[in-house]
């Protein structure tokens, strides 16, 4: 099989984060700070990475900017000529540490905010103070001259802000906001029957997006991300699974994508026992459902399957109980009736709790 060079890093620094959002993608077990790798290894994986021909790194976490070296790390991937991308929730950041970090060559920040209003936006990350903290960070994004990207996840409890939070962007200078569809893995997953619309909601928020691209056409980039559980076809996941994406965790664990963990059966290799280049050309785990030779049918006489590559892997673990199955996400698939079946009672139910993102779980 010939196999591309990946193009993205995501680097996973740490799990920690003081926010608690119930939505968030990392998995139930979070790595301690004791297990994260040191800043010496990060600066070789990059330096790998880079000759690997990733262009960009996403610097993630939980919070990347809980880590102290972050601007060393940051310097480092503008040393190999890395586009760094700073995915962060934005509380813990200072003027000055936002100085130190523009300074090592930070050339992104992706800001994220879980809704507008202040009280709503406090309890759903359960941190109190941190919407006011995100406003004023943006401010010196922009002012310091960085590209600034508003992310917005949306989800029952906040989908009724969607054009409050284009609005928000726009007014704070940002060139790009990203309304993402909560992906049920991880925290969200436990989370589901407090979280998923319904499906007119869905299909309400997605007809707005367009409407509010054509609105502000030429002033902000609005990207989408799509609710899955009442998608027609699936999305190609992180680009298709071994094909442009490598997630790094704080471990060190090598993932195709930042669920992958949910699969049994795999086993990550880890960059303190391999180069990167080893990891995305031979490990068992990325050639596990790389390409099309895997799929089962419909997928493998499916025109799409190139295009979607089989969808979700890990969405098939969770919905079916096999990876190897048919993504629900597809109205061809066998599941898909189990799928919209489970969105529509977790969509109505009166549940509103959220089990928060903690490290005792």
């Not at 608690?20 to 070789?44: A, F, H, M, V």
Request: charged share 20%.
């Amino acid at each position: 099989m010939n196999i591309p060079p990946p193009i993205g890093l995501l680097a996973e620094l740490t799990h920690r984060c003081p926010l608690q959002c119930p939505y968030c993608s990392n998995p139930i077990e979070l790595d301690r700070k004791s297990g994260e790798l040191d800043t010496r290894t990060w600066k070789r994986v990059l330096s790998e990475a880079a000759a690997l021909g990733i262009l960009q790194v996403h610097l993630s976490g939980g919070e990347p900017t809980a880590r102290a070296d972050l601007a060393e790390i940051i310097a480092h991937c503008r040393l190999e000529n890395i586009y760094t991308n700073l995915i962060t929730s934005g509380v813990l950041l200072s003027e000055k540490g936002l100085r130190a970090l523009y300074d090592a060559g930070l050339d992104h920040v992706q800001l994220s905010f879980q809704d507008v209003e202040v009280a709503k936006a406090d309890r759903i990350g359960g941190y109190k103070g941190g919407h006011e903290k995100k406003l004023a960070l943006a401010a010196e994004v922009v002012a310091i001259g960085l590209l600034l990207t508003v992310n917005a996840v949306i989800h029952r409890q906040n989908i009724g802000s969607t054009e409050a939070f284009v609005e928000l962007a726009v007014k704070l200078g940002a060139k790009r906001i990203e309304i993402a569809h909560t992906q049920y893995y991880g925290w969200a997953l436990a989370n589901r029957k407090a979280l998923m619309p319904t499906h007119q909601q869905a299909l309400d928020a997605v007809q707005l997006l367009e409407s509010l691209r054509r609105r502000y056409d030429g002033i902000i980039v609005i990207d989408a991300v799509v609710p899955d559980y009442y998608a027609r076809f699936p999305k190609a996941c992180v680009g298709g699974w071994g094909r442009r994406v490598i997630n790094v965790s704080p471990s060190g664990k090598v993932l195709p994508c930042h669920a992958a963990e949910t699969i049994p059966g795999l086993f990550f290799d880890n960059v303190k026992d391999k180069s990167l280049e080893a990891i995305w050309l031979h490990s068992p785990a990325f050639n596990a459902y790389r390409g099309t030779d895997w799929m089962p049918e419909p997928c493998q006489s499916c025109e799409r399957k190139e295009i979607d590559w089989g969808g979700c892997r890990c969405q098939a673990m969770a919905l079916t109980g096999r990876a190897e199955n048919t993504d629900p996400a597809c109205s061809l698939s066998a599941f898909n009736s189990q799928m919209r079946a489970i969105a529509g009672e977790s969509a109505m139910t009166a549940d509103s709790e959220f089990r928060y993102r903690r490290f005792d779980g």
